[in-house]
């Protein structure tokens, strides 16, 4: 498991974000290691008889002056609805930090990121570590509707704040691919990043592709052990398959074999 660490965190707060998403503030026993976006951490869902397997969760904020570490939850089945209801003082076991990060943008480069459904955490934590200035960062975040999307006005000082909406509630309606960002001003990038579901990263990767732009991605393959031993993550890649977990979940997409 190489420098993976197994710990039980202390839920500081859990604050409902909206009917779906909770944020959970986590404090370390030790004092956490630097942990960059795009990495996750592997949350065992306790007090249950019918969960065994940990679930995967990209790292939202670090606070290492209060050596606390944030993720938000999404519920998406019994596994993730069950984490949403620990309360403060809770503990919880989390294995740490997993994965590959996202490539850090040059200095002056301007980049986009796109963020969908549970692929909004890791955005926010990039456009807030970038290193660049607001005006060098652009951040799209898509959603069904308006009901869907949490409030995200504070990282308005780290890049300027876009939406879409497939029912046209909020921002443009339609998928992340049919903002101007995508249709008139791709090219401007020099690094598009996006996390979302499988559909949305790779309409990004084609278009991404279409004008020339590095792009990342981070996978959501499903996941178990978290650190390359069941296998259940694989992704075939041009390197042969490898393990999202360990060898991602973030990839170049020119490294993946997507028809795109
Ligand atoms: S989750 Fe087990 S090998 Fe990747």
């Known amino acids: 498991m190489g420098n993976k660490t ?3 965190f202390i839920v500081t707060e859990n604050i409902k974000l909206n009917d779906t998403n909770y944020l959970l503030r986590l404090k370390a026993p030790d004092p956490l290691p630097i942990i960059r976006p795009g990495q996750f951490v592997n949350i065992e869902v306790k007090n249950t008889s019918e969960i065994f397997l940990r679930r995967p969760f990209s790292v939202f904020e670090m606070d290492y002056d209060k050596n606390i570490l944030s993720v938000i939850i999404k519920i998406l089945g019994r596994g993730s609805k069950k984490l949403t209801e620990v309360i403060a003082g809770d503990t919880i076991s989390l294995i740490y930090p997993l994965g590959r990060h996202f490539t850090y943008p040059g200095k002056g480069e301007r980049i986009l990121a796109v963020g969908g459904g549970s692929g909004l955490a890791p955005m926010l ?5 970038s290193g660049l200035p607001a005006e060098n960062v652009d951040l799209l ?12 006005n504070a990282y ?3 890049g300027s704040l876009n939406f879409t909406s497939e029912d046209g509630t909020l ?10 960002l995508f249709t008139d001003n791709l090219k401007n990038y020099d690094k598009v ?6 559909g949305m ?8 592709r279409k004008a020339g732009v590095n792009c990342e991605v981070s996978l959501e393959n499903l996941m178990a052990c978290g650190f390359g031993v069941c296998l259940c993550c694989i992704e075939p890649t041009v390197k042969g398959n490898l393990c999202v977990c360990t ?3 973030v990839f170049n997409i020119n490294e993946l074999k997507w028809q795109i």
């Open 156 to 158: 308005s000082q780290y």
């Open 125 to 129: 934590f990039l456009a807030k570590e």
């Open 6 to 8: 197994v710990s039980d």
């Open 193 to 198: 990043y996006a996390c979302g579901p499988e």
């Open 141 to 152: 975040i898509g959603a069904r509707s308006a009901s869907d999307h949490i409030d995200v």
């Open 201 to 208: 990263m790779k309409a990004v990767a084609r278009e991404a």
């Open 171 to 180: 921002g443009t309606k339609g998928f992340v691919t049919h903002h101007p």
């Open 247 to 249: 060898e991602g979940p």
